[in-house]
């Protein structure tokens, strides 16, 4: 059974920074793309940053760019989403999803993604 499991949520005060895993079991995580989303209350699920299947594309929302990094460990079957300066806009339940795209290009809106995590919560709050 293919499923996606994220943790490393939290609470964390403005300015500090968190560590999303997203670990996968029952596939392989390195012939997909994996993306990072996330969903604040009463607002439309967006696309936070996603990498191609290669790790050689990234795409990053202008609101995290120079913030948080996405990064693959397909040896250990995990993409992470290394998130600095956080502020408290980007509270929200954060999800990674998988597909399979074409390895040459890398895709950012969640209806290009069929499998999808539970979700962890990142609250930024002093």
């Known amino acids: 059974q293919l499923q996606l499991v994220e943790s490393g949520g939290g609470l964390v005060q403005p300015g500090g920074s968190l560590r999303l895993s997203c670990a996968a079991s029952?596939?392989?995580?390195?012939?997909?793309?994996i993306g990072w989303f996330r969903q604040a209350p009463g607002k439309e699920r967006e696309g936070v940053s996603c990498i191609s299947s290669s790790g050689g594309y990234t795409n990053y929302a202008g609101s995290t760019k120079g913030r948080f990094t996405i990064s693959r460990n397909n040896a250990k079957n995990t993409v992470y989403l290394q998130m600095n300066s956080l502020k408290p806009e980007d509270t929200a339940v954060y999800y990674c999803?998988?597909?399979?795209?074409?390895?040459?290009?890398?895709?950012?809106?969640?209806?290009?993604?069929?499998?999808w995590g539970q979700g962890t919560q990142v609250t930024v709050s002093s």
């Open positions: 029952g596939f392989t995580l390195e012939h997909y793309a």
């Open positions: 999803a998988a597909d399979v795209h074409n390895s040459g290009s890398v895709y950012c809106r969640f209806d290009q993604y069929t499998y």
